[in-house]
């Protein structure tokens, strides 16, 4: 367990990191297109993939609520490089109550340290992200025939596993769902489409996969038969969906920040914007609108560290809450920059571009209503440990 004084002494490293050699990273990213691996080498070398996992499993073991304050530092940056540091501190969750001892230490170990990258693995086209996934597996013997597709697969090109979700052939729901580690190794039947060409989050590969029987061994399999879904949506998205949630504060904070920094030098007609009670208006809502979200999320992240039976209802309202923080937060920064905003030679226009993906990123505000409401219905909601909503 890491000490206060650790934990202090390595939030000073990451703040100064990212004011520093971060910025300067997330402009080469940008004009560059592309991650550089230089820069993942630089992130792991620093001990930053392999913060939040436990020291049993290479990780730094620093706790949730902690991890989250982490994420606010890099959530100002490049969102290619929130997006390196949010994966891969969140994956193993997926997979630690789950995997054997094999895949443990030659797929689950490595990944913590950040020697390896697992791409996950759910979305398809026509279809949610759940129950309702229509890829199919074939058993004959101890192989599985894969058929259908997934699209939206963050990291998809460059992964060395895919954490793949599909059913067996016949059943539904949540019934004969499996989830496999599927190595990106060239297997025969794998149809592999670059989809990167985002409207953000330039420098981050995105893939689509078509599969057409493709074999994958039994012994790929986490979990037994039926567990699919356990282990793609118990572990992961939860904690995940927190996490994005703290991206849109450190993102929002970003965009006050420059919107402070243009108010306090445009000026016009002989007066600095900062003076100008609209403008002033403007960045006290943002400011507001920052510290109540954090305020939320960081409750989130303690209810489920304290594994709160409303943490689930914690998360989605944390995020939804969030996400519209963040786009009026962004929206309020452009408009301080007037048109001067809308050019590339901004920051405030990638960070503004950037933080469209958060609105759909481990599920839309629609699901998550849905989510809340129906902790609220059955009276699982709570407004604090021991008051409840109704």
């Known amino acids: 367990m890491m000490s206060d004084t650790e934990f202090t002494a390595l939030r000073?490293?990451?703040?100064?990191?990212?004011?520093?050699?971060?910025?300067?990273?997330?402009?080469?990213?940008?004009?560059?297109?592309?991650?550089?691996?230089?820069?993942?080498?630089?992130?792991?070398?620093?001990?930053?993939?392999?913060?939040?996992?436990?020291?049993?499993?290479?990780?730094?073991?620093?706790?949730?609520?902690?991890?989250?304050?982490?994420?606010?530092?890099?959530?100002?940056?490049?969102?290619?490089?929130?997006?390196?540091?949010?994966?891969?501190?969140?994956?193993?969750?997926?997979?630690?109550?789950?995997?054997?001892?094999?895949?443990?230490?030659?797929?689950?170990?490595?990944?913590?340290?950040?020697?390896?990258?697992?791409?996950?693995?759910?979305?398809?086209?026509?279809?949610?992200?759940?129950?309702?996934?229509?890829?199919?597996?074939?058993?004959?013997?101890?192989?599985?025939?894969?058929?259908?597709?997934?699209?939206?697969?963050?990291?998809?090109?460059?992964?060395?596993?895919?954490?793949?979700?599909?059913?067996?052939?016949?059943?539904?729901?949540?019934?004969?769902?499996v989830a496999l580690l599927v190595p990106n190794t060239g297997l025969p039947g794998v149809e592999l489409i670059d989809d990167s060409q985002t409207m953000g989050i330039a420098g981050t590969d995105h893939a689509i996969m078509h599969f057409h029987d493709v074999p994958v061994p039994v012994s790929a399999r986490v979990g037994q038969e039926g567990q699919g879904l356990a282990v793609a949506l118990g572990g992961f998205l939860l904690p995940s969906r927190i996490s994005v949630a703290m991206s849109c504060v450190g993102l929002a904070e970003r965009a006050q920040q420059l919107a402070v920094e243009y108010a306090q030098q445009r000026v016009t007609f002989g007066k600095p914007l900062a003076k100008r009670q609209a403008i002033q208006f403007l960045l006290a809502r943002n400011h507001a609108s920052i510290l109540a979200a954090r305020s939320l999320v960081l409750e989130a992240g303690r209810g489920y560290q304290a594994g709160r039976p409303d943490a689930g209802a914690l998360s989605s309202a944390a995020k939804m809450t969030a996400v519209d923080m963040l786009a009026e937060v962004t929206d309020n920064a452009l408009q301080v920059f007037g048109g001067r905003g809308y050019f590339k030679r901004e920051t405030i226009e990638r960070v503004y571009r950037d933080a469209r993906a958060q609105r759909f990123e481990e599920g839309t505000n629609e699901i998550q209503s849905l989510i809340v409401a129906r902790s609220v219905l059955d009276g699982t909601a709570r407004y604090a440990d021991d008051v409840p909503v109704a």
């Open 12 to 177: 000073t490293e990451i703040a100064e990191w990212v004011a520093g050699p971060g910025e300067e990273w997330s402009q080469r990213i940008e004009s560059s297109g592309a991650v550089p691996q230089e820069l993942v080498d630089e992130l792991r070398g620093h001990g930053w993939m392999s913060l939040a996992a436990p020291e049993e499993l290479g990780g730094r073991g620093v706790g949730f609520e902690r991890f989250l304050e982490l994420m606010e530092y890099f959530s100002r940056l490049h969102a290619s490089i929130r997006m390196l540091v949010h994966v891969n501190n969140g994956i193993w969750r997926a997979l630690v109550d789950y995997v054997d001892d094999q895949q443990r230490e030659q797929i689950l170990i490595p990944t913590v340290k950040g020697d390896k990258r697992i791409a996950f693995t759910l979305t398809e086209a026509d279809s949610g992200t759940g129950a309702d996934i229509r890829t199919t597996l074939r058993r004959e013997g101890d192989v599985y025939y894969m058929n259908g597709e997934k699209h939206l697969i963050t990291f998809g090109m460059t992964c060395d596993y895919w954490l793949l979700t599909a059913r067996l052939e016949g059943t539904t729901g949540h019934d004969g769902t």
